[in-house]
């Protein structure tokens, strides 16, 4: 590696099994698009070609060619030369970084002692968060930030490349704004979740109501933590937020200029889906009840159903029905849903071995899934894929095939993760 992490051309070479997404002539896997004894030409971050080992590029000209299909018509072209670093990867697979497109990471306390009553037979319900605001409401900046800093390690260790942050631990207009502004120093995808469940001093009899807590959720504040967020959500389930009540704070974060994402359909059937769908979200996320209507109205849109498999092992609900998704023409996604009460893991490779295990998908439907799915759930063209033009983000697996990451559950198989041409763990 360069001082400091600087840009460097280099060729990843002696690729045994890569996986990129992107489905060509020649190309086995079926979507995962996989070139096998491969290799891939980096470039300022980015990818300029994709190939067999055998036919990687060994000049400067050929190199700089690559270069310029890829910008042409940009005048800050620069032409390679021939000092281009090569990286032996061993033979190993190498798979996109993985894109965990729903996390809870900026948050005080942990819910431990709730988890172990649950695994003893007590129901999982959406109050449980009401014990995270108020730790988190009483954590410093920067202990919530040093906390912060560390599920980011652990993400990047894993093979988690680009991932999406929510709020929803603050729910007071200050709070919130700090926890946007917090997950806005490491990620670019934020989601403001001011509706996630109402706070305490709002609940009736003795507070105002959940109608008066929207009324500040799309009033200041949204005006306070639109400015760190990319996105707006709402928990539309029972015991948080009712189909108008979610409405109403999505179609004001929507006007303000963010996209949309939906908590929905996670503790039994209801409006999340089709609210979703028909107010274009990005992902509508849990799933795990829908009905035929559901289904086919998922199928028909835009909208990425997010599945989120460790809530599933966590709180012993049903999992999802992936399979049912997938054969109806739903692009589906996975991801953590790290929290510290549903779902209190950071691994990506994991939730990939239990969809394949327990919600009926192959392991080239959950890599994906955890890839190109994630960067659908975000509506990224740039990740979630290795192709020329995307960014050289990838994981390294200390494994000949993507499938060691379902055949081999809980070994540490992720030995190296690139982020825009830099290794990073």
Known sequence: MTDGGAVRRMLLTNIGELVTNDPADGRDGGPLGIVHDAAVLVDEGRIVWVGPAAHAPSHADEARHEREDRLDGDEHRTAWDADVEVVDLGGRAVIPGFVDSHTHLVFGGDRAEEFAARMAGRAYSAGGIRSTVAATRRATDDELRARLLGFVGELRRQGTTTFEIKTGYGLSVADEARLARLAAEVTDEVTFLG?????????????????????????????????????????????????????????????AGLGVRVHGNQLGEGPGVRLAVELDAASVDHCTYLTDADVAALAGSSTVAT???????????????????????????????????????????????????????????????????????????????????????????????????????????????????????
């Open 195 to 255: 509706a996630h469940v109402v706070p305490f001093e709002f609940r009736e009899p003795e507070g105002p109501g959940a109608d008066a807590y929207v009324d500040v959720v799309i009033g200041e504040m949204l005006e306070a933590c639109a400015p760190h967020s990319r996105w707006v959500d709402a928990f539309c389930e029972r015991g948080a937020f009712t189909e108008a009540q979610s409405r109403r704070v999505l179609e004001a974060g929507r006007a």
């Open 307 to 425: 599945l989120l498999p460790g809530v599933e092992f966590s709180t012993r609900q049903p999992y999802p029905d992936a399979r049912r998704l997938i054969d109806a023409g739903v692009t589906v996604a996975l991801a953590s849903d790290c929290n510290p009460g549903s779902s209190f893991t950071s691994s990506m490779p994991f939730c990939v071995a239990v969809a394949v295990r327990d919600m009926g998908m192959t392991p080239a439907e959950a890599v994906w899934a955890s890839t190109a799915g994630g960067a659908a759930a975000l509506r990224r063209t740039d990740v979630g894929a290795l192709r020329p033009g995307s960014r050289a983000d990838l994981a390294v697996l200390d494994a000949p095939s993507h499938v060691h990451l379902a055949y081999r559950p809980g070994v540490p198989l992720v030995a190296e993760t690139w982020k825009d041409g830099v290794r990073v763990a």
